[in-house]
């Protein structure tokens, strides 16, 4: 079974500055997908960016982009520019590459990010 | 633009009653999935749907049960409700996934059960 690791359950960071959010996990598979997903304060929860394993080049996405270490299997969120509208809680998930029935995703624990005046 | 849906944002339930979640979504989407989600524990999947009428149980199953009787809902059905099932409930739906693309899961705003 796969497992996602977020080691950091807070954060804090001063607006207009940069913050790296921590993740790692645990498979067998050599290729499959992983994701950060954004949860804002009592709203729903949004996709932030993914990245495919067989891929070498990380994702960005504005001012997301990862850190993907597929032999540490390490895959960290980079929030450059930060912004109010950033804080929010952040998962990071896993999933097995299709063609699977469903296309399930397993997440970590959370980080609740804050960014600070 | 995509949306799906929760029939309540906030639930309070007695302990022994049965409780319906309901998630709707207007996307065509054949994947459906209930989520947990407790503080310290991420999201936990429940029980996921893949064609109408069609169910695998997830990760915690127990206590939990799922009807899919049309494609766009998927409801979550607690049996007898019980305190330790006091959390929030998230579902989620997607596209199969096709050559070269990889659909993401879309989230419903959430509802806050409590049982009492």
């Known amino acids: 079974a796969q497992t996602v690791t977020q080691s950091q359950p807070e954060m804090s960071v001063q607006e207009a500055e940069t913050v790296t959010l921590s993740c790692t996990y645990d498979?067998?598979?050599?290729?499959?997908?992983l994701f950060w997903y954004k949860q804002p304060p009592s709203r729903q929860m949004i996709l932030v960016i993914r990245?495919?394993?067989?891929?070498?080049q990380n994702a960005t996405e504005n001012r997301f982009s990862v850190n993907f270490q597929k032999a540490a299997k390490s895959f960290s969120l980079k929030i450059s520019d930060s912004q109010l509208g950033d804080t929010a809680m952040y998962f990071c998930?896993?999933?097995?590459?299709?063609?699977?029935?469903?296309?399930?995703?397993?997440f970590g624990t959370g980080t609740q990010l804050k960014v600070e005046l | 633009d995509v949306k799906v849906t929760q029939s309540s944002r906030y639930l309070v339930k007695r302990t022994g009653e049965k409780v319906f979640l309901e998630c709707v979504q207007d996307?065509?989407?054949?994947?459906m999935f209930w989520y947990r989600q407790d503080p310290g524990l991420g999201l936990r999947l429940i029980y996921f749907?893949?064609?109408?009428?069609?169910?695998e149980k997830g990760d915690i199953p127990e206590g939990y049960s799922v009807s899919r009787e049309k494609k766009e809902r998927f409801s979550l059905i607690l049996e007898s409700a019980s305190t330790n099932q006091t959390s929030m409930y998230l579902c989620?739906?997607?596209?199969?996934?096709?050559?070269?693309?990889?659909?993401?899961?879309?989230f419903g705003p959430g509802t806050r059960l409590t049982v009492t």
């Open positions: 989620a739906s997607s596209l199969n996934p096709l050559a070269g693309h990889l659909y993401e899961q879309y």
């Open positions: 498979t067998s598979e050599n290729n499959y997908y």
């Open positions: 990245q495919e394993a067989y891929k070498q």
């Open positions: 998930a896993f999933m097995k590459p299709p063609p699977r029935r469903g296309n399930k995703l397993t």
């Open positions: 996307m065509d989407h054949e994947n």
């Open positions: 749907s893949y064609d109408v009428k069609m169910k």
